[in-house]
Structures are given as C-alpha cells and as structure tokens.
DNA sequence: ATGGTCGATGGTCGA
C-alpha cells in the first residue's frame, strides 16, 4: 500500500498538478493539506472518476485538510467524517486497515507571536486527540505537514534560522512527545543522510539553491513501521509549472 | 536569506 502526504498549497490552483501526479504515481491514499476551500468547493466527483473516495474538511481560504483513497473498504474502512477543531486542520479515515490522519499544524509565524503558543497548544491536542483514537500497537499513519523540522539535519542552514520557528527546542519536544507515545519519523530512519527536504520557499530561488527544510512527514507506529519496504520524498514534484512549495512524501508498507 | 513568490484577495495578509 502506497500512502503519500502532500500539503499542496490550494487544491484549486494546484488541481491539475495533483491529477497527473496521482495519475502518475497511482498512490492508494493521498493526506492533503492546504486545500483552501470549502466542503463544497471539493472536486470529490474529479477524484472519485480516478478511483479514489474522498473525506474533506475546509474552511475557505485558508487551511483544509483532505485524505483520498482507492483502497476504502465498504464495511469497516469508509472515510470517515471529520474531527471537532475551530480550524480545519485535522480529517481521520481508515484506509485499507489501516488509520490514517491528516494534519495541518499551525505554521506558529514568530517565536514571540501568539499564533506560535497557539501551534504549542495545538501540538498537544494532537498528541490528546491521536492517545485518544488509537494505541501504540494501531496500524496508525500521523501524516502531514508538521511545520518543524525535527532536527537541525532537517534544515538547509541551522545558523540561518536560529530565533526561528520550525526549529525551536519547544515544538521539538512537542513533536518528540508523539514519537515518545509510539510514533516513528520512517522517512529518517530509512533516509539518514542530510538534504533530504520537503519543503522551498517560492523566493530567492530557494528550490535551486538547496535551500530547504523537511517539515512535511509521515509519523508511523511500529506496525507500519516495520512493514515499511521504501519510503521517498518526490522532490520532482516540485519542479515544473505552477508546483507547490512542498514535495509530496510517500511510504509503501505491504500488507 | 526574508527583498525578490505565490495564493486568496480585491487592501494586504499569510506562508
């Protein structure tokens, strides 16, 4: 099973990128993030014409989350309905056994700006919310685009970005309380060496400089983890015509 | 690196 994470950056703008992609690839399910539209703005009948079920949450202009899938089982693994969050940051489905959540974390903007103690805040519900719905021993995929870099190999410059959010020790340790419950970063453990990122700033041609940082990650319990056989970050996708600033991130875990 | 770019907007703001 071949499960990506791809924070697109507007699902309308990017619709036709993410159609030849999936197309492409033949992912069995797709964690989207920042679809910035609402519910009814879905293009559900574009994906259902490519095999694959849809669950949406949006809100409009901003945030939006989505997971589509072609390996829905009609009995027990339906795409399920959305959580209870002021923003649409967050959807659950069980897909093909296995549960799968997709998360928007808040980007936090500035170390003394209120919307970081909201992304800290946010970061515990999460943990809350995943201790709530599952348990270790779950087949559970946390995918997304976490808005930190998990260590300073995760980043182009750690120097650069000193003061910066996406690499202070405080969301570190959020992130690390949720492999501490029982979630691995399987991208890293089968990818150790450093420039492996997911996501470039549109400005000062950051993409063709290398100036990157991977943020954007597939946190897995063991149950997946260890049936993870290959695991990539499709920096392609982010060349070309209109790209999202972010590469999509893809795990195959047979079943 | 934060200007310089995008996307949603329809003035700017957010990333």
Known sequence: MLLATWNVNSLKARLPRVQAWISD???DVVLMQETKMTDKAFPALTFSEMGYESAHFGQGQWN???IVSKVGDRRADQLRSREADAEARIITATCGGVKVISVYVPNGRALDHEHYQYKLRWLDSLRAHVQAVATPTDR?????DFNIAPSDI???DPKALEGST???APEREKLQALCDWGLRDVVREQHPDPKIYSWWDYRNGSFHRGWG???DLMLVTNQVADNTTWSAIDRNARKGEQ???HAPVLIEVST
């Open 243 to 245: 790209p999202s600033d």
């Open 213 to 215: 940082m991977r943020i």
């Open 166 to 168: 996406h690499v202070s």
């Open 25 to 27: 690839v033949q992912p």
């Open 140 to 144: 559970l995929v946390v995918g997304g």
């Open 154 to 156: 995760d980043v182009w």
């Open 64 to 66: 939006g989350v989505a």
